[in-house]
């Protein structure tokens, strides 16, 4: 179903967005697409896909990072051609930093992405502070989009209590998920589960991104 060149991954703060980035960008790696991924998350230090720097590089993906992206002077700085990365890559992963204020950096891409065609996931997860609703969740669509200038295309539930999730947690999610698809008539693209949990029906995901306050426990 994704078949635009750019995928831009969107969604609120702890959604488990750029772990479905992280995800992506490695599935499409391992069909044998040219892949690039770039980090234009200039919100949040905690959650980066300029994190995983080395396992894109053992995977033949190419990051694109901004330029203070892990270093304490943590000021953005977007110097990249996305139109010329686009031409020279099969598969252009973008994940965008939480909420619309996020979304501003996104904007300034709108024409390019309009032109080569894009695909915008919203990561919704039900477990989040202020999208704990489907109701609450498009408004925060709503807001991005008005923002970047960009429609979102599909919606990917990753709702998730970090380690402690269970299968029961994911599964009880799929309804609050379906309905805020339905809200912004939308297809659901897949239900995010962590690969160990196995839960029926859903997409089996590793788990790269964890807080730093779990960075000493299993996975999340």
């Known amino acids: 179903m994704l078949n635009n060149p750019a995928t831009i991954i969107t969604g609120h703060y702890g959604s488990g967005k750029t ?26 230090p905690y959650f980066r896909t300029a994190d995983f720097d080395k396992l894109f590089k053992d995977k033949g993906i190419y ?13 953005p700085s977007l110097g990249f051609d996305l139109a010329a990365l686009l031409r020279q890559y099969d598969r252009v992963v973008i994940d965008v930093g939480g909420d619309d204020a996020g979304a501003i950096a996104l904007g300034q891409y709108s024409t390019v992405l309009k032109n080569f065609g894009y695909d915008m996931i919203y990561v ?28 979102a295309t599909a919606v990917v539930n990753s709702s998730n209590l970090g380690v402690s999730t269970t299968a029961e947690d994911v599964l009880g999610s799929v309804e609050y998920a379906k309905a805020a698809a339905d809200a912004a008539g939308l297809p659901l693209l897949f239900t995010a589960a962590k690969r160990d949990i196995s839960v029926p029906g859903t997409k089996a995901v590793d788990v790269f991104v964890r807080p730093f306050w779990e960075e000493n426990d299993i996975e999340e």
């Open 19 to 44: 772990n479905i980035a992280v995800n992506l960008a490695l599935e499409f790696a391992d069909a044998g697409e040219k892949v690039c991924i770039i980090d234009l998350d200039i919100v949040n």
């Open 63 to 75: 990051l694109v990072a901004p330029q203070y992206a892990n270093t304490n002077l943590d000021i």
């Open 124 to 151: 919704v997860n039900s477990f989040r502070y202020l999208t704990s609703t489907p109701e609450e969740a498009i408004e925060l669509l709503r807001d991005i989009e008005l923002v970047s200038s960009l429609k």
